[in-house]
């Protein structure tokens, strides 16, 4: 299989994890904003965290004057659960992303290997590789979340 083939494999996810849609579909909205016992985080706060740092990579790999948040709090929401409807709006922008972030990779006419010209040494593909290994770090930590608080049917 071509490189470009299999960057756009590792960001859809169905291969050694749970892909994007499978882990947020049908999440009962009553639980996107509680942390379970023991655990960091709500699901809206990594979705949310999920959706910030893959548009930032996104918008950083094809924009000079793009200006990441603030680490670390500009990666986070301010709360624990969302607003009605945020849940929905913060789904819709991660596919989003995720699609031209695909895009991008199966384009015969992006170079993967040549420096972003506005970074320090990045490229293309450290970019695509970058946002594929944090969505599937968060993925898991999703997947958990869900079989704690008895909402993943495994």
Known sequence: MELRQQLAA??????AHADFDTVVAAWPP??????????????????EHMRIA????????LN???????????????SESPA??????????????????????????????RPIPHGSGQTLLREILLAADHNSNHLGQLVLLRRLQGAWKS
């Open 10 to 15: 590792f960001l859809d996810g169905k291969h």
């Open 30 to 47: 009553s639980l996107v904003g509680q942390r379970p016992a023991g655990a960091p985080y709500t699901p809206w706060q990594i979705l």
């Open 54 to 61: 893959q548009s930032d990579i996104l918008n950083f790999s």
């Open 64 to 78: 000079p004057g793009h200006v990441s948040p603030s680490w670390p709090d500009g990666y986070w929401p301010a």
């Open 84 to 113: 009605p409807g945020e849940w929905e709006k913060s789904v819709a922008a991660y596919r989003r992303d995720l699609q031209h972030l695909r895009k991008l990779a199966l384009d015969p006419r992006q170079d993967l290997f």
